[in-house]
């Protein structure tokens, strides 16, 4: 699914069993998350999903260029990589 960040276009794909395995030993229960995850959290997600995709976007981009405007759409991209969007939709 592709989000407009600033100027940025990023692609983001649902996450594959590997990575939330990995993501949970990092961070714990990803079921718990929400909408009030630790900027940190967001962060680690979007660190995993970042290098699965094909985007001049990294996470140092979004660090250096974001703002609190932006977290909304930080937090879309973290829900449709853990599948959490395609859940809400049913």
């Not at 594959?16 to 909408?35: F, K, P, V």
Request: aromatic share 4%.
């Amino acid at each position: 699914m592709k989000f407009n960040v600033k100027d940025k276009e990023v692609n983001i794909n649902p996450a594959s069993l590997r990575q939330i395995h990995e993501l949970e030993q990092q961070i714990g229960s990803l079921a718990d998350l929400g909408e009030k995850a630790p900027f940190d959290t967001i962060v680690k997600v979007l660190s995993v999903a970042l290098p699965a995709t094909e985007n001049e976007v990294t996470v140092d981009w979004l660090l250096d260029n974001c703002s609190m405007e932006d977290v909304k759409v930080l937090n879309e991209m973290v829900a449709h990589f853990l599948g959490a969007s395609s859940l809400e939709q049913k």
